[in-house]
């Protein structure tokens, strides 16, 4: 069995701050992870992915994110936020093999604070 | 290259009704799942279609059905429509080994009254 949880379901944070949304997974079996970011009426948009390889991963938009085996977490990062980035971020986990879907976190909703 | 598109974006049918939403993925894409998003339970795995055989299927009752085309095009259908199946319903596609991750349309939001 799989789960996500995401540990912050709101986080303001004030413009040109940093930011940190944390994730941690616990799965059986090996898994990619993804972030996610859902704007208001739309679906959801790849940020990052994490398949292997190095453990600090790039993104659009500014965002990384580090994955951590031993605590088994992908905690997503940003430097610097800006208003645009107000928005639900959702941290999900996938099989390497087999059932080809994505378990999904509960969603953080970050609110960039002017 | 287009994304994947959903139609229609928004439906209001009425309790006891049935519905079809539409999903076209991105070319050269073969696999297609569904997602459920509602406020309290959050994006739930409705079923994953690859070359037209349901792959794998989440906990949903048996009034949510799909199928998937020859040419990838995936429709769900759902049955006997109750107020709790109002949610944004979403679609991705992606390709089989899923290292491109997943592509997600804008989704269809159903409202049941």
């Known amino acids: 069995a799989q789960s996500v949880t995401q540990l912050d379901s709101q986080v303001p944070v004030f413009e040109e701050a940093p930011v940190e949304l944390r994730c941690n997974y616990s799965s059986s079996v090996s898994v990619y992870l993804f972030w996610y970011v859902q704007y208001p009426n739309q679906g959801l948009q790849l940020l990052l992915k994490y398949l292997s390889g190095s453990t600090l991963v790039k993104g659009i938009n500014g965002f990384e994110a580090e994955f951590n085996k031993s605590q088994t977490s992908f905690h997503l990062r940003k430097p610097s936020v800006h208003i645009s980035d107000t928005a639900e971020y959702f941290c999900a986990v996938t099989h390497q093999t087999g059932a080809n879907n994505l378990f999904f976190g509960t969603g953080t909703r970050l609110t960039v604070i002017p | 290259k287009a994304g994947v598109t959903q139609t229609p974006r928004y439906l209001i049918k009425t309790r006891g009704q049935q519905v079809t939403l539409s999903c076209s993925p991105i070319?050269?894409?073969?696999?297609v799942s569904w997602y459920q998003q509602t406020p309290g339970q959050g994006l739930q795995f409705l079923f994953e279609y690859f070359s037209e055989t349901q792959r794998n299927k989440g906990n949903f009752p048996g009034r949510f059905s799909g199928r998937q085309f020859s040419n990838s095009r995936s429709e769900m259908n759902v049955s006997t429509l109750e107020l709790g199946d109002s949610a944004l319903y979403l679609c991705?596609?992606?390709?089989?080994?899923?290292?491109?991750?997943?592509?997600f349309g804008s989704g269809t939001r159903l409202t049941v009254v």
């Open positions: 070319s050269g894409h073969r696999s």
């Open positions: 991705a596609s992606s390709l089989v080994d899923r290292v491109g991750g997943y592509t």
